[in-house]
């Protein structure tokens, strides 16, 4: 069965509760205005007929009706009967024809054709066995006819008033709920275009739906990313294995047709196992720098005392310590993750050393400079020239000396670059061919 939307489903249930509650309300009306109408004319006829009693003299079989006796009087008609029941003053109205027993004192409503009337009789005696009856009659047609106005007002209002709820709520409804269209719309055309890069971008409120909206872009960017890594990741893989994978494969080759002796077959495999190891270095950079292109923009970052961090660094490095300074101009303690820190400032220390002379000198350096601390690796190096100090940051790039002479695959500085990212921080470089390379991490400091 096909299910309504939310909307129309709570615009019907508030639609016909709201028509219920009007009924109720109205027929609770009713009967609240009958018995005031009921009881207003019951109070008018006892008023009227008390009075005429008082201006009634009956003695001796001889009736009397003073100056100030009101036969018709606010609606009410009075009417003097014998003990006989034969009238002895007074007029019935023309549309009264019913015989209605006497009864003193109690008021009675009584039914003549269409009209309704209310009756109050009392008894007057005189002496022991005489006596006459005053009967005070009262149209009561108003409780009818006030039911009626309300009735026919109510058969006209109440459809309007309906109409008009279940309009309203509908269109309140699809007010409230056109964010949730908004956010199904992207879900499909993301889907439909394969196309991550789209966003909900509501205008951000306090309300429900902002916030669901806020969190699926959130999502979304954070599935874009993931994706992009990857693909990013196959494409780099695929890319750069290809090399070392086909030298592999025609060394192979070439070993099985041509290597005979035994240190012939022994240079090759020490071929192919150099460029298995590079193979695997490929492999597990491209996955550290994936992972951190992953990472969620809140990387856990803990207090860290930078010095005492450089200090343990320092101490486990596979160079000759004459070689590498440590400079801590100031004490330090600043939000980071030091196991990405580490290998940030390590992968600088093993380029200082790769790239730097032969027999040269590292100098690391802590510094606070304004709102910043600074980390400076230094090398006495030949130093990068000037049109390659942009290209160094990319994926792969290696300048075509060091290429040839030393083992890397172009990927540390891309990953030194994001880790800075990951910390809220930023990479610079100064480089001549006189003074060496400066690599320097800045994190500014988080207000
Ligand atoms: P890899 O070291 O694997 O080649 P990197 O991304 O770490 O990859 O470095 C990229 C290139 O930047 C290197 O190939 C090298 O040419 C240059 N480079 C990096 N550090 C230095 C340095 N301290 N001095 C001179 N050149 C450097």
Redo the contacts with the bound molecule.
């Keep these: 069965m096909r299910k309504f939307s939310v909307k129309i489903r709570i615009t019907v249930w508030l639609t016909a509760l709201t028509a219920l509650l009007s009924v109720l309300l109205l027929s609770f009306l009713l009967s609240i205005s009958n018995a005031v109408i009921y009881q207003s004319a019951a109070s008018q006829l006892s008023y009227v007929l008390r009075q005429n009693l008082t201006h009634v003299n009956f003695e001796k079989g001889k009736l009397e009706l003073e100056e100030a006796f009101r036969f018709y009087q606010n609606g009410v008609s009075t009417l003097v009967y014998n003990d006989s029941k034969a009238l002895l003053a007074g007029q019935i109205p023309v549309s009264y024809n019913i015989e209605e027993a006497f009864e003193n004192g109690r008021i009675r409503t009584v039914s003549s054709g269409d009209d309704t009337y209310l009756i109050l009789d009392f008894r007057l005696p005189s002496g022991w066995e005489d006596g006459i009856w005053l009967r005070g009659l009262m149209e009561f047609s108003g409780s009818k006819s006030t039911a009626q106005n309300l009735l026919y007002s109510a058969m006209i209002a109440l459809p309007a008033f309906v109409i008009l709820a279940a309009a309203g709520g509908y269109r309140i409804l699809q007010t409230a709920f056109s964010p949730l269209e908004q956010i199904t719309k992207t879900a499909e055309s993301i889907n439909e275009a394969k196309d991550l890069s789209r966003r909900i971008a509501l205008t951000p409120g306090g309300d429900e739906f902002s916030r669901l909206a806020a969190v699926f872009d959130a999502l979304l960017e954070r599935l874009e990313r993931s994706f992009e890594a990857e693909k990013q990741f196959t494409s780099d893989a695929s890319h750069e294995l290809r090399t070392p994978v086909s030298i592999i494969k025609s060394a192979c080759e070439y070993s099985l047709k041509y290597d005979e002796t035994r240190k012939e077959q022994e240079e090759t495999i020490h071929m192919i196992s150099r460029q298995a190891e590079k193979m695997s270095e490929i492999i597990s950079q491209l996955l550290n720098i994936t992972r951190l292109e992953q990472e969620t923009e809140h990387l856990l970052l803990e207090p860290v005392d930078m010095g005492e961090l450089l200090k343990s660094l320092c101490e486990e490095q596979p160079y000759d310590p004459s070689r590498l300074t440590l400079n801590i101009k100031d004490s330090v303690t600043a939000p980071a993750n030091p196991l990405l820190l580490s290998r940030l400032v390590q ?2 220390i ?3 050393f ?3 002379r032969p027999d040269g000198h590292v100098q690391i350096s802590l510094i606070r400079s304004g709102n910043e601390t600074i980390i400076a ?1 230094q ?1 006495d ?4 020239p000037p049109e ?1 100090q942009e290209k ?2 990319q994926r792969f ?3 075509d ?3 040839s002479g ?11 670059k994001q880790i800075a990212r990951l910390h809220g921080g930023y990479m610079t470089l100064e ?1 001549t061919a006189e003074s ?2 400066i ?1 320097a991490f800045h994190l500014p400091k988080k207000n």
């Design positions: 992968n600088l093993d380029n200082a790769k790239y730097g690796v090398d190096g030949p130093g990068i390659e160094i940051w790039y290696q300048s000396s060091s290429r030393q083992n890397g695959a172009g990927l540390g500085l891309p990953m030194v480089s060496g390379s690599f």
